[in-house]
């Protein structure tokens, strides 16, 4: 059984910051492969980022490049996700996932990951 909570969402001006987390409750944190999900009223989710269990591999969509950073915390079970010059297009609900599947630099299939957590919302204003 796996158990995600997201927290650290809330409501910044464009070219503010946030950090999300996602605490895990799960045996064996360290083997799952850990992604960062998305999803805007009417639009499909979308990844944000992902993170293989040693943090070796990593991947982020093109539009965060550059401006979010995701890690984890193996020793505390957590997930994060720093998120800087934040932009009006960030807005979502964001969530955090976990799977024991291969962890690669590519955009993952959100349909492949089986546990999520509730979401948490950023909301960015111009």
């Known amino acids: 059984q796996v158990q995600l909570v997201e927290s650290g969402g809330g409501s910044v001006q464009s070219g503010g910051s946030l950090t999300l987390s996602c605490k895990a409750t799960?045996?064996?944190?360290?083997?799952?492969?850990m992604g960062w999900f998305r999803q805007a009223p009417g639009k499909e989710r979308e990844a944000v980022a992902s993170?293989?269990?040693?943090?070796?591999?990593?991947y982020y969509a093109d539009s965060v490049k550059g401006r979010f950073t995701i890690s984890r915390d193996n020793t505390m079970n957590t997930l994060y996700l720093q998120m800087n010059s934040l932009k009006p297009e960030d807005t979502a609900m964001y969530y955090c996932?976990?799977?024991?599947?291969?962890?690669?630099?590519?955009?993952?299939?959100?349909?492949?990951?089986?546990?999520w957590g509730q979401g948490t919302q950023v909301t960015v204003s111009s």
């Open positions: 799960v045996h064996g944190y360290d083997q799952y492969c």
């Open positions: 996932a976990a799977d024991q599947l291969p962890c690669v630099a590519a955009a993952p299939d959100w349909h492949e990951y089986n546990y």
């Open positions: 993170i293989s269990p040693g943090s070796s591999t990593k």
